[in-house]
């Protein structure tokens, strides 16, 4: 995603929620179980996805966010989000950077951390050689998809 606006701004958020997840369901043989849903990005789209995973954390078991950048009108709802989902419902996550990353997205991803740790909740947090680039996330993709696929099917 290559939009900048904010969430209040520019719904792709809610057009997630409202249309695109009922159109797969409707469509294809997708389960609608949380257990069984994640979301991911990489850069922006990573700022939608701790989006949806946080702010819809009761239609994602997991999401992943690559390269962070929190959206500047997110940052002041994480403690309330955070403090609204139970600790058995609390959502997998999945958080990295190259080792060459912007100070913003750096700031963002650690401010995210910050949150977390002083509440003591679960993540995973890496980082590898590498640039805020294709090169970077496509070396990672398998880590990402395993991440995201891991416990599907244990309910069934």
């Known amino acids: 995603i290559a939009d900048w606006r904010e969430p209040s701004v520019y719904p792709f958020g809610q057009a997630m929620v409202e249309e695109v997840l009922p159109a797969i369901e409707a469509r294809y043989r997708a389960s609608a179980l949380r257990a069984d849903r994640v979301v991911g990005g990489l850069s922006r789209g990573a700022g939608w996805a ?77 980082h590898a050689p590498g640039r805020h680039d294709e090169d970077y996330w496509s070396a990672h993709m398998e880590e990402y998809l395993r991440f995201y696929v891991a416990g599907w099917g244990e309910n069934q």
């Open 50 to 126: 701790f989006h949806l995973g946080l702010h819809d954390w009761t239609l994602f078991s997991a999401f992943g966010a690559h390269s962070l950048p929190v959206f500047f009108e997110d940052a002041p709802l994480v403690d309330g989000w955070l403090d609204a989902i139970p600790a058995a419902e609390f959502p997998r996550i999945y958080l990295d950077h190259p080792d060459i990353e912007q100070d913003l997205i750096l700031n963002s991803i650690y401010f995210f951390k910050d949150q977390l740790d002083k509440r003591d909740l679960p993540y995973t947090l890496t």
